[in-house]
């Protein structure tokens, strides 16, 4: 009996102090990750760019100015910070420029260009004329149903990007991505 | 000479069991001891050395102090790398960080620290092994702090507070919902599994405050339907507040006060500490006074709105019970029979082993210290939040808020701006040592990229 707790006791003193991982190593939420993020833009990008609408367009007017916009956050219960909302259309951007560097002109955001002129040359300058004007705004709306309750929380993403003609608002474009997420709430949770 | 002889007979017949029954009891005894002594050395080793707070605790504390102080940049300061360790700590650190810089307006702070905090409150299974194990059989503040529900509320309605003081009201109105579903964990379920509506309503009715939150931010997000049935729920669950839910006047506000008035309430331990309550009561406080506001000199009227929309220590009073609360019961009464079992036995044994009496109180005491229930709070919350919208002209006003029946407290900003579109909100955290005056823009808000005004 001895010699078995011997071996338990130094056991169990491990798995206390072993076994604690810190405050943000083993945690699950209903939040978007990083792997959403992937395989979501990884999606989209393939979309716009098999997209006929899309390559008539191209074909039509030579390469699309698009500006990108950050993600609308209509979800219930999620917030999703500026960094996050402006990574999942930015990365959309990124694949497309390198896979289609040729069709697509990605114009900077009119807000995020004056801010930076503005900080960058000291004086506000106005106006640019030089400024190409886009044609097309890409843009992202995230909505949930979200459910919690004192067991668990469940979150139902639809996650829906546009390519909108900013001249006519005509829809060139437009795919969904949808996932649902359950965390259920353990001991001391 | 019979009674005697009876005596020895007595003793002749059990002259074969009693040394076999002693061997067996002392072997039994010694068996006893090295358990205990191999559970109670660890034990106590961590008792020892968990006595009296620790390095970070003080700095905690000094950070804490400082806040009541209005020493707001000092409590910054030391709170800083307090929040960036990922240790049991980290959310109370975080959600305390958030407090001081809401205060100071450092804005970005306070943001990424109430994420941050939000992150962790929102996941799952973040003292899952070790941590649950440690939290149940050695002390309880081992587990990584989430907070009991009014906190986690609160946590979700300052990241939507500042959201809103930053127009980002997608995010703000996400982070109200999100404080009401934290609620649910105060008695949506009732033993048999079902629903609960009446203890749930009891709940909101004591956080309303999140409704007309939600109602402000479903107006700026041009969603007039939610809006509205934001407002009637807020109406609904407290009548009283029909002025604070009025459409129009939400709607046309141009600045709206934010003020934290008083002290939330205060996690304590009752008999030997291993049972979690809330003090002070709402009765034994009494109730909460309501603020006068001052617009360059002018007062304004308020009385209809400025009733208090959340009452924090009347929240604290639904505390469910949970499992880590049987444990620690448990514990504490099998650690007190223990000690009398084995303050018993040495007293009422002709021949007590005193390894076994002493182990046994040993052991009794050891499972009282670990019984001990965890009572990290967040200090820096209020009593209730005060929302006083109104509609000013357009430029630079003297703001006063001020509490007649509480002698000495108010708060006094010079030249707050109210923008000629939009809505402008301000954050009054009364203290009585942060009368002011201040002057508008605060220090925090001169650095680049931080801004309230729409």
Redesign the interface.
């Known amino acids: ?2 010699k078995r ?2 071996l338990a ?1 130094p056991l ?2 491990l ?17 978007l990750d990083s792997m959403d993020l992937t395989q979501m833009t990884d999606q989209m990008a393939a979309s716009i760019s098999a997209s006929p609408k899309v390559q008539a367009a191209i074909a039509r007017t030579g390469p699309l100015k698009i500006v990108v916009q950050p993600v ?11 960094g996050q909302a402006d990574a999942f259309t930015g990365r959309v951007r990124d694949l497309l420029s390198k896979q289609a560097h040729d069709k697509f002109i990605w114009i900077m955001n009119r807000d995020a260009f004056y801010a930076l002129r503005q ?1 960058e040359l000291e004086v506000d300058l106005g106006p640019s004329p030089e400024a190409i004007n886009p044609d097309y705004a890409l843009t992202a709306r995230f909505l949930t149903l ?1 459910h ?4 668990m ?1 469940t979150s139902a993403y639809l996650c829906v990007f546009e390519l909108t003609n900013l001249n006519d608002r005509t829809l060139l474009w437009s795919d969904k991505y949808e996932v649902k997420k359950t ?7 | 000479m019979t009674a005697t002889t009876q005596s020895d007979s007595s003793s002749a017949s059990l002259s074969f069991s009693r040394p076999a029954c002693r061997a067996r009891r002392a072997v039994l005894a010694k ?1 006893l001891i ?2 205990l002594s ?2 109670l050395a ?1 034990v106590s080793c961590l008792l020892f050395l968990g006595c009296g707070p620790t390095p970070a605790e003080r700095q905690a504390e000094r950070a804490v102090t400082d806040y009541f102080m209005g020493n707001y940049p000092s409590a910054e300061n030391l709170l800083r790398p307090l929040a960036a360790k ?3 700590d ?2 109370l650190n975080n959600v305390r960080l958030g407090s001081v810089a809401l205060a100071n307006y450092d804005l970005d702070t306070a ?1 990424s620290a109430f ?1 941050r905090a ?3 409150i ?14 149940a ?2 002390d309880e503040r ?3 702090w ?1 907070g009991e529900p009014y906190e986690r509320a609160m946590v979700n309605f300052y ?1 939507g507070l500042i ?1 809103y003081m930053r127009g ?1 009201y ?2 703000a109105r ?2 109200f ?2 404080a ?3 609620l ?2 105060y008695g ?2 009732t033993k048999d599994g079902k629903k609960s509506t009446d203890s749930y309503r009891e709940v909101e009715t004591n956080f309303a405050l999140a409704y007309l939150m939600l109602g402000r931010c479903y107006q700026r997000l041009n969603r007039e339907d939610e809006a509205h049935k934001a407002f009637a729920r807020a109406v609904d669950l407290r009548p009283d507040l029909e002025a604070d839910a009025d459409y129009r006047r939400n709607d046309e506000s141009n600045l709206l006060l934010v003020v934290d008035f008083g002290f939330g309430p205060r996690k304590t331990t009752s008999g030997d500490g291993a049972l979690v309550g809330f003090r002070p009561t709402p009765r034994e406080q009494g109730p909460i006074p309501t603020p006068m506001v001052l617009v360059d000199g002018q007062m304004m009227n308020v009385a209809g709105v400025a009733r208090p929309p959340v009452d924090l220590l009347a929240l604290a009073q639904d505390r ?1 019970w949970q ?2 609360d049987t444990i620690r019961a448990v514990k504490s009464a099998v650690g007190t029979g223990m000690i009398i079992g084995g303050a018993a036995y040495g007293a009422m044994e002709h021949n007590p082993n005193p390894w076994v009496t002493l182990g046994l109180i040993a052991g009794g005491i050891a499972l009282k210290a670990t019984s001990q229930a965890d009572v990290r709070q967040w200090e820096m919350l209020p009593r209730t939040v005060f929302l006083v919208p109104l509609r000013l002209p357009p430029g630079r006003h003297d703001i006063s808020v001020q509490f007649p029946a509480v002698p000495g407290l108010s708060q006094t900003w010079y030249g707050l701006e109210v923008p000629p579109n939009g809505e402008a909100t301000y954050y009054y955290r009364m203290l009585r040592y942060n009368t002011g005056p201040f002057n508008w823009p605060p220090p925090a808000m001169t650095r ?1 990229a931080t801004a309230t005004v729409q």
């Open positions: 009996m001895e707790l011997r006791l169990l003193i798995l206390v102090a072993g076994g604690c991982t810190n405050a943000v190593q083993s945690g699950r939420n209903t939040a609308q956050n209509e979800m219930t219960a999620e917030v999703l910070p500026r900080r979200t919690e309750t004192s067991k929380r965390a259920v709430k353990e001991f001391l949770d | 068996q090295r358990v191999w559970l660890p990922t240790n049991e980290f959310v943001e994420l939000y992150e962790v929102n996941s799952f299974g973040v003292n899952n092994g070790g941590r649950s194990l440690g939290a059989v050695v081992i587990k990584v989430k990241l959201y980002d997608g995010n996400a982070a919902e999100n009401l579903f934290k649910r964990d949506e379920e469910r499992s880590i680049p």
